[in-house]
C-alpha cells in the first residue's frame, strides 16, 4: 500500500467587469493543473489578473495565465488581507441595493462567506481603486459565478474550434466576420450586442429550459421580420454604447 | 520638433525608458556665499518592466525613447526607419520617436486593447522632473477610458479578475489498488485529476 500527499488547495476567484459594474465571486478546490481555473478563463476571458506573487504555489498559475494570455500584475501581499471587515466595508458603499434592502453586504452571505474569494476581491478593488472614484458608488452588483451552468472549454478547444476571431480585428473587417464562429454568428449592430454575443458563445450554456427559452426569443424575431428590419436597420443603428457613455456622464 | 535635450534630461529620460537596472549618484552644484556646495542625490530606479511602455508628455506631442521608441515605430510607422537618436555631450546616445496626438491614440489602443501593454504616461512637474500622471493596464482603462472608448468601435470588454490561492497542509491518499483496478478507477473517476496524473505514472 503506497501513500500519496497532495496539497489541498482552493482557488479564490474575484471578477470585476468596470463597464458592466459587476462583481463576480468563485471559490473552487482545484487539482495540480488547475483545470477548473483554465475553464473559468476561458469563460471569463479577463484582460488582467491580479496576483500576490508569481513565483512558489503561483507559479503553475503563472503560466496558465500567459499560455491564456491574461496580463498578470503582482500587488503586495497584505493587500490579499485575510480580515474582511474593510472589503466588506468597500462592497457597502459600491454595492447597489434595493429600496428597503438592508444597506449592508452582510445581506449576501452566501458571497461574502467565501473568504478566499473575498481576499481576491478585497486586492482587486484595491488595485482598480474603485472606492475613490465617487461614480462607482452604489452601482455594483455582486453575485457568484457557477461554472457547473456552462460547457468546460480550454484554451486549446478555444483555439482549435477557432471560436474566436484575433484579437484586435476589428468587427467591420472581413477578417472578424469570416474567420471565426463568433464571427460568422455575429451580426450585431451595437457595440453591447458584440459584447453578448461574445460572452454567448464563450459560455455555451447546459440548461435544456434556458437555451429553448433563448430559441424562442430568436424564433419570434424570424417570424416577425418587418419588426426584425426595422430594429436593425433603424432603430439600434442609433443606439449608443450604454455602458461606456453611462460612466462618462457619470464623470 | 528640435531635440537638444540638456545632459541632465537625457539622464532622466534614459533612466524611466531604460529597461536596465540603474543606480545614479547624481550631483549638482550651486553658488551661495561664494562657496561651491556639492549636493548629492541618491536616485535610483526599479527596472522597467518589458511589459510597460512609457510616453512623455511634451504637450503637443509626445515621446518615446529606447525600447519602446522602436515598438512605437513598429506599430505606427511600420519601420524602425523614423527613430532618432540624441546624443548631447558627455551622456549615452538614447533613442527617441515623437509621437502626434492622434498617433498617440492609435498606440494607446493598440497597446492596451490588443496587445496587452501597460501604459505610463509623464509630464513635466514644475521642478522639470518626470513624474507619472497617468497609469492603465489591459484591466484598469479608467484614465484613458474617454479617449479609448470614442469610436463606436470598441467592444472588448475590460474585466480583470483576482486570483488567491489557499493551500492546506497535505491531503493523503492511499493507493491499495491492483494495477488493472487503478486503470479501471482512471476510467470511471476522469474529473480527479490528482489521482489520475499521479496514479498513471504508478502504471508506467
Given at each position: 500500500m503506497t501513500e500519496y500527499t497532495f496539497p489541498n488547495q482552493t482557488v479564490g476567484v474575484a471578477c470585476v467587469e468596470q463597464h458592466e459594474r459587476l462583481i463576480s465571486l468563485s471559490e473552487f478546490d482545484d487539482d495540480d493543473f488547475f483545470a477548473e481555473l483554465e475553464a473559468m478563463l476561458v469563460v471569463l476571458a479577463p484582460k488582467e489578473c491580479v496576483l500576490p506573487r508569481t513565483d512558489g504555489e503561483y507559479a503553475r498559475i503563472h503560466t496558465l495565465l500567459e499560455r491564456n494570455s491574461v496580463m498578470v500584475s503582482v500587488v503586495k501581499r497584505a493587500d490579499f488581507t485575510a480580515d474582511t471587515t474593510g472589503i466588506v466595508q468597500d462592497l457597502n458603499n459600491l454595492l447597489y441595493f434595493e429600496k428597503g434592502q438592508q444597506e449592508s453586504a452582510h445581506v449576501l452571505a452566501d458571497v461574502t462567506g467565501q473568504l478566499v474569494a473575498m481576499s481576491a476581491l478585497a486586492a482587486t478593488v484595491k488595485y482598480l481603486g474603485l472606492?475613490?472614484?465617487?461614480?462607482?458608488?452604489?452601482h455594483f452588483h455582486l453575485g457568484l459565478l457557477n461554472l457547473k451552468r456552462f460547457v468546460h472549454l480550454d484554451a486549446a478547444a478555444v483555439y482549435a474550434l477557432n471560436l474566436l476571431p484575433r484579437p484586435g480585428t476589428s468587427p467591420a473587417s472581413a477578417a472578424y466576420r469570416w474567420q471565426s464562429i463568433l464571427g460568422v454568428l455575429d451580426r450585431c449592430r451595437t457595440p453591447q450586442g458584440h459584447r453578448l454575443m461574445a460572452q454567448w458563445v464563450k459560455q455555451p450554456l447546459r440548461n435544456e429550459a434556458i437555451i429553448k427559452e433563448r430559441h424562442d426569443i430568436v424564433e419570434c424575431f424570424v417570424e416577425a421580420s418587418c419588426t426584425r428590419t426595422d430594429l436593425y436597420d433603424n432603430i439600434l443603428r442609433k443606439m449608443p454604447d450604454v455602458m461606456v457613455s453611462d460612466a462618462s456622464w457619470c464623470a | 520638433m528640435c531635440r537638444c535635450e540638456s545632459t541632465k534630461t537625457v539622464h532622466q529620460l534614459l533612466q524611466i525608458s531604460g529597461t536596465g537596472n540603474y543606480i545614479l549618484l547624481v550631483f549638482d552644484w550651486f553658488w551661495s556665499s561664494s562657496l561651491i556646495h556639492l549636493r548629492f542625490r541618491f536616485v535610483s530606479h526599479h527596472q522597467k518592466p518589458a511589459t510597460t511602455v512609457r510616453f512623455f508628455d511634451r504637450s503637443d506631442y509626445y515621446s518615446l525613447h529606447a525600447e519602446d521608441a522602436l515598438l512605437a515605430a513598429k506599430v505606427i510607422f511600420k519601420s524602425v526607419a523614423g527613430v532618432k537618436t540624441m546624443a548631447p555631450p558627455n551622456a549615452d546616445e538614447l533613442q527617441y520617436i515623437c509621437l502626434s496626438r492622434g498617433n498617440f491614440e492609435l498606440m494607446l489602443r493598440e497597446l492596451l486593447l490588443v496587445q496587452n501593454y501597460r501604459v505610463e504616461v509623464y509630464t513635466k512637474s514644475a521642478k522639470s522632473e518626470w513624474t507619472v500622471e497617468y497609469k492603465a493596464s489591459p484591466g484598469n482603462l479608467t484614465a484613458f477610458e474617454s479617449l479609448l472608448f470614442q469610436s463606436n468601435e470598441v467592444v472588448s470588454g475590460t474585466s480583470i479578475i483576482g486570483l488567491f490561492l489557499k493551500v492546506e497542509g497535505a491531503r493523503r491518499v492511499s493507493e491499495s489498488f491492483s494495477h488493472a483496478q487503478v486503470v479501471l478507477c482512471c476510467t470511471t473517476c476522469p474529473r480527479t485529476n490528482h489521482l489520475k496524473s499521479n496514479m498513471w505514472y504508478r502504471i508506467i
Amino acid at each position: 500500500m503506497t501513500e500519496y500527499t497532495f496539497p489541498n488547495q482552493t482557488v479564490g476567484v474575484a471578477c470585476v467587469e468596470q463597464h458592466e459594474r459587476l462583481i463576480s465571486l468563485s471559490e473552487f478546490d482545484d487539482d495540480d493543473f488547475f483545470a477548473e481555473l483554465e475553464a473559468m478563463l476561458v469563460v471569463l476571458a479577463p484582460k488582467e489578473c491580479v496576483l500576490p506573487r508569481t513565483d512558489g504555489e503561483y507559479a503553475r498559475i503563472h503560466t496558465l495565465l500567459e499560455r491564456n494570455s491574461v496580463m498578470v500584475s503582482v500587488v503586495k501581499r497584505a493587500d490579499f488581507t485575510a480580515d474582511t471587515t474593510g472589503i466588506v466595508q468597500d462592497l457597502n458603499n459600491l454595492l447597489y441595493f434595493e429600496k428597503g434592502q438592508q444597506e449592508s453586504a452582510h445581506v449576501l452571505a452566501d458571497v461574502t462567506g467565501q473568504l478566499v474569494a473575498m481576499s481576491a476581491l478585497a486586492a482587486t478593488v484595491k488595485y482598480l481603486g474603485l472606492v475613490e472614484d465617487s461614480c462607482n458608488l452604489g452601482h455594483f452588483h455582486l453575485g457568484l459565478l457557477n461554472l457547473k451552468r456552462f460547457v468546460h472549454l480550454d484554451a486549446a478547444a478555444v483555439y482549435a474550434l477557432n471560436l474566436l476571431p484575433r484579437p484586435g480585428t476589428s468587427p467591420a473587417s472581413a477578417a472578424y466576420r469570416w474567420q471565426s464562429i463568433l464571427g460568422v454568428l455575429d451580426r450585431c449592430r451595437t457595440p453591447q450586442g458584440h459584447r453578448l454575443m461574445a460572452q454567448w458563445v464563450k459560455q455555451p450554456l447546459r440548461n435544456e429550459a434556458i437555451i429553448k427559452e433563448r430559441h424562442d426569443i430568436v424564433e419570434c424575431f424570424v417570424e416577425a421580420s418587418c419588426t426584425r428590419t426595422d430594429l436593425y436597420d433603424n432603430i439600434l443603428r442609433k443606439m449608443p454604447d450604454v455602458m461606456v457613455s453611462d460612466a462618462s456622464w457619470c464623470a | 520638433m528640435c531635440r537638444c535635450e540638456s545632459t541632465k534630461t537625457v539622464h532622466q529620460l534614459l533612466q524611466i525608458s531604460g529597461t536596465g537596472n540603474y543606480i545614479l549618484l547624481v550631483f549638482d552644484w550651486f553658488w551661495s556665499s561664494s562657496l561651491i556646495h556639492l549636493r548629492f542625490r541618491f536616485v535610483s530606479h526599479h527596472q522597467k518592466p518589458a511589459t510597460t511602455v512609457r510616453f512623455f508628455d511634451r504637450s503637443d506631442y509626445y515621446s518615446l525613447h529606447a525600447e519602446d521608441a522602436l515598438l512605437a515605430a513598429k506599430v505606427i510607422f511600420k519601420s524602425v526607419a523614423g527613430v532618432k537618436t540624441m546624443a548631447p555631450p558627455n551622456a549615452d546616445e538614447l533613442q527617441y520617436i515623437c509621437l502626434s496626438r492622434g498617433n498617440f491614440e492609435l498606440m494607446l489602443r493598440e497597446l492596451l486593447l490588443v496587445q496587452n501593454y501597460r501604459v505610463e504616461v509623464y509630464t513635466k512637474s514644475a521642478k522639470s522632473e518626470w513624474t507619472v500622471e497617468y497609469k492603465a493596464s489591459p484591466g484598469n482603462l479608467t484614465a484613458f477610458e474617454s479617449l479609448l472608448f470614442q469610436s463606436n468601435e470598441v467592444v472588448s470588454g475590460t474585466s480583470i479578475i483576482g486570483l488567491f490561492l489557499k493551500v492546506e497542509g497535505a491531503r493523503r491518499v492511499s493507493e491499495s489498488f491492483s494495477h488493472a483496478q487503478v486503470v479501471l478507477c482512471c476510467t470511471t473517476c476522469p474529473r480527479t485529476n490528482h489521482l489520475k496524473s499521479n496514479m498513471w505514472y504508478r502504471i508506467i
